[in-house]
Nanobody, 116 residues
Framework: QVQLVESGGGLVQAGGSLKLSCKASGKDFGINIMGWYRQSPGKQRELVASITSDGRTKYEDLVKGRFTINRNSTRNMVLLQMNSLKPEDTAVYFC??????????WGQGTLVTVSS
């Protein structure tokens, strides 16, 4: 079964840090992009950060300088280190994996709550 499994969400105070992990399993993944999206109530899902197989990264402007995305391609894992968290970072965070000519894969989502 091909799946993405996330972990690491939770409740943190503003200014704190959390680390999200996502592991892909179930098949051999070729060239791909792994990333994290988030969705708050009443808002559309938005890209937070992504990283290609060869390590190129992209960040949403609001998280630049605070979030860092890394991947371990051998283990098919992607990590998101989130520092200096703000209440507006509160959302459900979804792991995503995209391969050429294939439907994107999504994790089940993990809730991040930042209290003020």
């Amino acid at each position: 079964q091909v799946q993405l499994v996330e972990s690491g969400g939770g409740l943190v105070q503003a200014g704190g840090s959390l680390k999200l992990s996502c592991k892909a399993s179930g098949k051999d993944f070729g060239i791909n992009i792994m990333g994290w999206y988030r969705q708050s109530p009443g808002k559309q899902r938005e890209l937070v950060a992504s990283i290609t197989s060869d390590g190129r990264t992209k960040y949403e402007d609001l998280v630049k300088g605070r979030f860092t995305i890394n991947r371990n391609s051998t283990r098919n894992m992607v990590l998101l280190q989130m520092n200096s968290l703000k209440p507006e970072d509160t959302a459900v965070y979804f792991c995503n994996l995209e391969e050429p000519n294939a439907y994107p894969l999504w994790g089940q989502g993990t809730l991040v709550t930042v209290s003020s």
